[in-house]
């Protein structure tokens, strides 16, 4: 388990990180937004005991990451942003290196364990090459590479598909979500898209403080057009439509544009049911009925826009 608990960081008179406390528990993913300049990284860094708080701490696995920094440590693998690499290394080098400084495995055991991450996250056609050569996508996978070398049971990563190709980003996804029934895994990320696709939880941070701590589906009921229906019909009155479907309970509000109608539901309810019945029982010609989409950088720019 990862715990922040009432963690503050000031640098002179500016409060980078304002009093914050939450944790991770084993099964957990949780997307870790904000802005940037809104504290992300320096709550990540002192997670890590990479920087000091100025007061608050923070556990991995029950232990003070001030107090038992060597215990805590153990128990994680970090992928910070930008992460630094030994750049006249070649991959294979760096890894040795790591896997010596975990000072975790006998020879046989390092060899396979080196082996094992050199296939999962795909650098068997560089493993010889120098860090200074490779591509920022291939960098990036060296250092996450680095991060699940010893398979601890906490990760906290940076940006983990920065500099990453479409098809990259996606297996380290699937990779990530692979490993989240026995791993407790923070994931800061400015894709909103990563944390539907893989996030169980959502934290968004801004100037220090936390603004939510809930589900993703709980962050998009956040949206006024939440579970709103679209439809699109032809050869009907838009007044008969619009006084039959206001007459409905359930329905809030209806927006009409030309053909293509919004309604939108009471308390978020889930209606598109009710709507369709109401088209047949109506005989309007319908050309489509679907929900309209609910972006989460909707959510995140009404939450920290201010």
């Known amino acids: 388990m990862i715990e922040a608990e009432n963690l503050v960081k000031n640098f002179g008179s500016i409060c980078a990180v304002d009093n914050i406390s939450f944790q991770v528990k084993k099964g957990d993913i949780l997307g ?24 608050g ?4 696995g029950n232990n003070d990451i001030q107090k038992e920094p060597l215990a805590a440590k153990r128990l994680f693998g970090y992928l910070p942003e930008n992460g630094p690499l030994y750049q006249e290394m070649t991959v294979l080098e760096i890894l040795n290196f790591i896997a010596e400084m975990r ?14 991450v050199v296939e999962t996250c795909k650098l068997r056609d560089v493993r010889n090459q120098s860090i200074e050569t490779l591509s920022k996508g291939f960098r990036q996978r060296v250092s996450f590479a680095q991060a699940i070398l010893h398979d601890p049971p906490c990760l906290i990563m940076d940006e983990p598909t920065d500099g990453l190709d479409p098809n990259q980003k ?11 029934e026995e791993k407790s895994i923070i994931l800061s990320t400015h894709i909103l898209e990563e944390v539907e696709s893989i996030c169980n939880r959502v934290i968004i941070i801004d100037k220090g403080k936390i603004l939510i701590d809930e589900k993703p589906e709980e962050m998009r009921q956040r949206h006024p057009h939440y579970n709103a229906v679209e439809i699109k019909l032809g050869n009907t009155k838009l007044a008969e439509i619009k006084e039959e479907i206001q007459s409905i309970p359930e329905v809030k509000e ?14 978020g309810k889930d ?11 109506n005989n309007w010609s319908l050309a489509n009925i679907e929900k309209a989409p609910v972006l989460m950088d909707e959510i995140f720019g009404d939450l920290t826009q201010n």
């Open 32 to 55: 870790f937004l904000g802005p940037n300049g809104a504290g992300k990284s320096t709550t990540m860094k002192m997670l890590t005991g990479f920087l000091p708080p100025t007061s």
């Open 57 to 60: 701490t923070a556990r991995i």
């Open 103 to 116: 000072d975790a495995y006998t020879t046989n055991k390092k060899n396979e364990v080196i082996e094992h």
């Open 170 to 180: 996606k297996q380290v996804r699937n990779l990530i979500a692979s490993m989240a």
């Open 254 to 267: 209806i927006q009409i544009n030309g053909d293509d109608i919004l309604i939108i539901p009471k308390g």
């Open 271 to 281: 209606i598109i049911n009710i709507i369709f019945d109401v088209t047949l029982k």
